[in-house]
């Protein structure tokens, strides 16, 4: 278990405010991804890491931005939160090509 | 591109049934690993299996059993003597080798409910 920590598992925000979720892990892995799950959609790729200060868009990265200035942590920032942006997010490592995930994060926008 | 195809969004069987939960996949990797994901109604993401591309041995564990089928471009999984316990959100997914193009590819689940 690559011990991947999600902050916060749930959070109600207002439209139009920024929000932050936090993915730590504990394993030193090099790759980590950020997904959201959607009725309907399963799980999309937002962003991803492949190693301090680098990262790239997914299929889904419009109105999202991450940072990683440590290897352990892995930020994805919702500038201005959006009703649309409701979602279950997950947290997601890989090493070897096994991926572990966080338990999610449930973000209402409202 | 990547995709991964689940044609079926939702079954539901009687306890005892076998049921099968098709996945389709389209790549143009030629490694590339595909996988199986459970997810209870708790929420959390369960690994169940990771086949990768060289290997089309069907796999066997307990009363889950997955098909990998290369010409067809097919990775099914099947649940002998279902239960109640098995009713869950099944995903199926695809990623590249691993590097710089290890992304994982989802399909959009299947919802399986097991009846009493």
């Known amino acids: 278990d690559a011990g991947i920590t999600q902050s916060p598992r749930h959070k109600v925000t207002e439209t139009g405010t920024p929000v932050t979720l936090r993915c730590h892990q504990t394993e030193n892995h090099r790759y980590m991804y950020w997904y959201r799950q959607d009725p309907g959609h399963g799980l999309r790729l937002i962003h991803y890491s492949y190693g301090v200060k680098d990262t790239d868009k997914g299929e889904v990265s419009d109105g999202y931005s991450v940072s990683r200035s440590k290897t352990e942590d892995f930020l994805l920032t919702l500038e201005s939160a959006t009703s649309s942006q409701t979602s279950v997010y997950f947290c997601?490592?890989?090493?070897?090509?096994?991926?572990?995930f966080g338990s999610g994060t449930r973000l209402t926008v409202v | 591109a990547q995709k991964v195809t689940q044609a079926q969004t939702e079954i539901s069987v009687v306890e005892k049934e076998d049921v099968t939960l098709d996945c389709v996949y389209e790549?143009?990797?030629?490694?590339?690993?595909l996988f199986w994901y459970k997810q209870p109604p708790s929420g959390e993401l369960v690994f169940l299996i990771r086949r990768n591309s060289f290997d089309e041995q069907n796999e066997i564990s307990g009363r889950y059993s997955w098909n990998f089928q290369k010409s067809t471009s097919s990775f099914n999984f099947t649940i002998t003597a279902s239960q109640v316990v098995d009713s869950a959100v099944y995903f199926c997914?695809?990623?590249?080798?691993?590097?710089?193009?290890?992304?994982?590819?989802f399909g959009k689940g299947i919802t399986l409910s097991v009846r009493p």
């Open positions: 997914a695809l990623s590249g080798p691993t590097g710089a193009n290890s992304k994982l590819t």
């Open positions: 790549t143009r990797d030629t490694t590339y690993y």
């Open positions: 997601a490592t890989t090493w070897d090509g096994s991926y572990t």
